[in-house]
C-alpha cells in the first residue's frame, strides 16, 4: 500500500455543506474513517446517510464541552490522524455598518473555534504516527480588505496561529498547516458576501472540490525540505501571495484599495 492508498481517521469541522462537505465526501470515497461535524445536524446526517465509514453529529465549534464530546465519540481509541478545523462564517459590509454581535460571531466562531478544536485536538492527534492540524484560511489574511475587516482579521489569526503551532508542536511529531483558496463558490461567499468588492474584481473561481484536493495533497504530502506552512489554492491565490510576499507595504495597500473600491 502506498501513501496515497493509506487510510486513516479525519474530524471536519462544518462539514454539513460548502468545503467542509466537500472534504469528507473526497476522504469518504477513499475508504477513510471520517467524522462529519456541524452546528446543522440534519447537514451531516444528510451527508453520512448509508456510509458506514461516517460518523456524525452535531458540533458548536465555539463551545469547549462539545468538542471534547465530539473527539471522544470519534476517537474511542484515544488517536486522530487529522484534524480539519474548516467551520467559518462570514460578514461582509462597512465595518461600522455591521452589528457588534455579528463581529463578535466572526471572532468566535472563526479564531476561538480554530483555537478549541485545536487545543482539545492536540492529545489525539499526538497519538497518531503523523498527526495534522489542517486549518482553513483564506486570502483575506494576506492583507486587509474593505467591507471584509473583520473577517480578514480572523484569518490572518487563524494563519499566525498555524504559523506558531507548526513550530510548537514539532517535537510532538505532529504537522500544522492552513489551506489558503480564495473565493469558493459556497454558500458563504454567494449569499453571506454578496456585493463585495472584491469579488466583483476578481470572480469566484474555485468550487469545494478543489479546496478538498488539496486538503488530500497536504494529508499526503511529505516534504523534506523547510516549507511554509500555508498551501495556497488555485492559479488565481497562488500569484495573489507571491506578489504580495516581494511587494512594498505600500504598493499592497494600493492593489487592495483598488480591489476593494
Not at 3 to 28: C, H, K, P, Y
Request: proline content about 5%.
Amino acid at each position: 500500500m502506498t501513501s496515497r492508498q493509506r487510510t486513516g481517521s479525519i474530524l471536519v469541522t462544518g462539514a454539513g455543506r460548502g468545503i467542509g462537505r466537500a472534504v469528507a465526501e473526497r476522504f469518504l470515497g477513499a475508504g477513510w474513517r471520517v467524522g462529519l461535524f456541524d452546528v446543522d445536524a440534519a447537514a451531516v446526517a444528510e451527508v453520512a446517510a448509508g456510509r458506514p465509514n461516517a460518523v456524525h453529529g452535531a458540533l458548536d465549534v465555539r463551545d469547549p464541552d462539545r468538542w471534547g464530546s465530539a473527539l471522544q465519540r470519534f476517537c474511542p481509541d484515544g488517536a486522530l490522524d487529522v484534524l480539519v478545523n474548516n467551520a467559518g462564517v462570514l460578514a461582509s459590509g462597512p465595518f461600522a455598518g455591521i452589528d457588534v454581535d455579528t463581529h463578535r460571531r466572526q471572532v468566535e466562531v472563526n479564531v476561538t473555534g480554530v483555537v478549541l478544536g485545536a487545543r482539545t485536538g492536540h492529545a489525539y492527534l499526538r497519538r497518531a504516527p503523523r498527526g495534522l492540524l489542517l486549518n482553513l484560511c483564506s486570502a483575506s489574511a494576506l492583507y486587509g480588505q474593505p467591507t471584509l475587516a473583520t473577517y480578514g482579521a480572523t484569518k490572518a489569526a487563524v494563519k499566525s496561529l498555524t504559523e506558531a503551532l507548526d513550530l510548537e508542536w514539532r517535537g510532538d511529531g505532529l504537522r500544522v498547516r492552513s489551506l489558503v483558496p480564495l473565493f469558493v463558490d459556497t454558500e458563504m461567499v454567494t449569499r453571506d458576501g454578496v456585493g463585495m468588492a472584491p469579488v466583483k474584481a476578481l470572480g469566484v473561481r474555485l468550487v469545494p472540490a478543489d479546496v478538498a484536493a488539496a486538503a488530500w495533497r497536504v494529508v499526503h504530502e511529505r516534504v523534506a525540505l523547510p516549507r511554509s506552512p500555508h498551501r495556497t489554492v488555485g492559479r488565481q491565490t497562488r500569484v495573489l501571495a507571491a506578489a504580495s510576499s516581494v511587494s512594498p507595504d505600500w504598493l499592497n495597500r494600493l492593489v487592495v484599495g483598488r480591489i476593494g473600491a
